[in-house]
Protein backbone atom coordinates (compact mmCIF):
# COMPACT_ATOMS: atom_id res chain seq x y z
CA UNK A 1 0.00 0.00 0.00
CA UNK A 2 1.64 3.08 1.53
CA UNK A 3 4.80 3.26 2.91
CA UNK A 4 6.69 5.79 5.00
CA UNK A 5 10.04 5.80 4.97
CA UNK A 6 12.00 7.69 7.86
CA UNK A 7 15.19 9.24 8.44
CA UNK A 8 18.06 11.66 10.43
CA UNK A 9 17.65 10.47 13.70
CA UNK A 10 19.88 10.22 16.37
CA UNK A 11 21.99 11.44 19.47
CA UNK A 12 22.62 15.21 19.70
CA UNK A 13 23.70 17.37 22.39
CA UNK A 14 21.44 20.00 23.56
CA UNK A 15 22.11 23.17 21.22
CA UNK A 16 22.59 20.75 18.23
CA UNK A 17 20.74 20.20 15.51
CA UNK A 18 19.06 17.45 13.59
CA UNK A 19 17.23 17.22 10.17
CA UNK A 20 14.34 14.80 9.74
CA UNK A 21 13.00 13.34 6.19
CA UNK A 22 9.98 11.70 5.41
CA UNK A 23 9.50 10.02 1.85
CA UNK A 24 6.14 8.50 1.27
CA UNK A 25 5.98 5.62 -1.43
CA UNK A 26 3.15 3.16 -3.08
CA UNK A 27 -0.18 3.28 -4.25
CA UNK A 28 -0.50 7.04 -4.10
CA UNK A 29 -3.17 9.65 -6.12
CA UNK A 30 -2.47 12.57 -3.86
CA UNK A 31 -0.97 13.61 -0.16
CA UNK A 32 -3.25 17.24 1.26
CA UNK A 33 -0.62 16.68 4.53
CA UNK A 34 2.12 15.59 6.38
CA UNK A 35 3.97 16.23 9.46
CA UNK A 36 5.95 14.96 12.51
CA UNK A 37 4.52 13.93 15.36
CA UNK A 38 6.19 12.70 18.63
CA UNK A 39 6.31 9.94 21.63
CA UNK A 40 8.12 10.33 24.98
CA UNK A 41 8.59 7.17 26.95
CA UNK A 42 5.49 7.65 30.01
CA UNK A 43 3.97 10.29 27.53
CA UNK A 44 0.87 11.01 24.38
CA UNK A 45 1.61 11.14 21.33
CA UNK A 46 1.77 14.75 20.31
CA UNK A 47 1.63 16.88 17.06
CA UNK A 48 5.12 18.55 16.47
CA UNK A 49 4.54 19.78 12.90
CA UNK A 50 2.59 19.70 9.92
CA UNK A 51 2.44 21.08 6.72
CA UNK A 52 -0.39 20.95 3.79
CA UNK A 53 1.23 19.99 0.65
CA UNK A 54 -0.77 22.02 -2.18
CA UNK A 55 -0.47 24.99 -0.07
CA UNK A 56 2.15 24.46 2.06
CA UNK A 57 1.15 26.33 5.32
CA UNK A 58 2.29 24.97 8.55
CA UNK A 59 1.00 24.13 12.27
CA UNK A 60 3.58 23.80 14.77
CA UNK A 61 3.97 22.77 18.60
CA UNK A 62 4.41 25.75 20.16
CA UNK A 63 7.38 24.91 22.36
CA UNK A 64 8.97 24.51 19.33
CA UNK A 65 8.13 27.55 17.26
CA UNK A 66 10.82 29.47 16.03
CA UNK A 67 13.13 25.92 16.75
CA UNK A 68 11.87 23.89 14.34
CA UNK A 69 11.13 24.28 10.07
CA UNK A 70 9.14 22.61 8.17
CA UNK A 71 9.56 21.99 4.38
CA UNK A 72 7.93 20.01 1.83
CA UNK A 73 8.87 18.24 -1.90
CA UNK A 74 5.62 17.51 -3.36
CA UNK A 75 7.91 16.18 -6.20
CA UNK A 76 9.26 13.43 -4.24
CA UNK A 77 6.38 13.31 -1.68
CA UNK A 78 8.40 13.95 0.98
CA UNK A 79 9.12 16.44 3.92
CA UNK A 80 12.23 17.48 6.23
CA UNK A 81 11.83 18.97 9.60
CA UNK A 82 15.28 21.03 10.48
CA UNK A 83 15.82 20.91 14.16
CA UNK A 84 17.71 23.60 15.56
CA UNK A 85 18.82 24.35 19.30
CA UNK A 86 17.54 21.17 20.20
CA UNK A 87 16.89 20.66 24.04
CA UNK A 88 16.50 17.02 26.01
CA UNK A 89 12.40 17.90 26.37
CA UNK A 90 12.73 16.79 22.28
CA UNK A 91 13.99 13.44 23.26
CA UNK A 92 11.16 11.13 21.75
CA UNK A 93 10.56 8.54 19.04
CA UNK A 94 8.96 10.51 16.31
CA UNK A 95 6.48 9.25 13.66
CA UNK A 96 6.10 10.65 10.41
CA UNK A 97 2.42 10.68 8.90
CA UNK A 98 0.65 11.48 5.73
CA UNK A 99 -2.78 11.70 4.40
CA UNK A 100 -3.26 9.84 1.63
CA UNK A 101 -5.57 9.50 -1.25
CA UNK A 102 -5.65 6.27 -2.94
CA UNK A 103 -5.87 5.96 -6.72
CA UNK A 104 -9.56 5.15 -7.20
CA UNK A 105 -11.38 6.96 -4.44
CA UNK A 106 -12.75 10.14 -4.68
CA UNK A 107 -12.82 12.08 -1.35
CA UNK A 108 -11.72 9.28 0.76
CA UNK A 109 -8.30 9.97 2.21
CA UNK A 110 -6.77 7.82 5.25
CA UNK A 111 -3.88 8.62 7.47
CA UNK A 112 -0.50 6.74 7.01
CA UNK A 113 2.51 6.37 9.69
CA UNK A 114 5.78 5.80 9.86
CA UNK A 115 7.85 3.27 11.72
CA UNK A 116 9.19 6.24 14.23
CA UNK A 117 12.81 7.24 13.98
CA UNK A 118 14.75 7.94 17.96
CA UNK A 119 16.14 11.49 18.77
CA UNK A 120 17.90 11.86 21.79
CA UNK A 121 18.66 15.00 22.82
CA UNK A 122 21.51 14.23 26.06
CA UNK A 123 24.84 15.49 27.07
Known amino acids: QVQLLESGGGLVQPGGSLRLSCSAS????????MGWYRQAPGKQRELVAT????????NYLDSVKGRFTLSRDNARNSISLQMNSLKPEDTAVYYCKANVRRPGSTFLESDYWGQGTQVTVSS
Open 51 to 58: IGMRGGGT
Open 26 to 33: GSIASISA
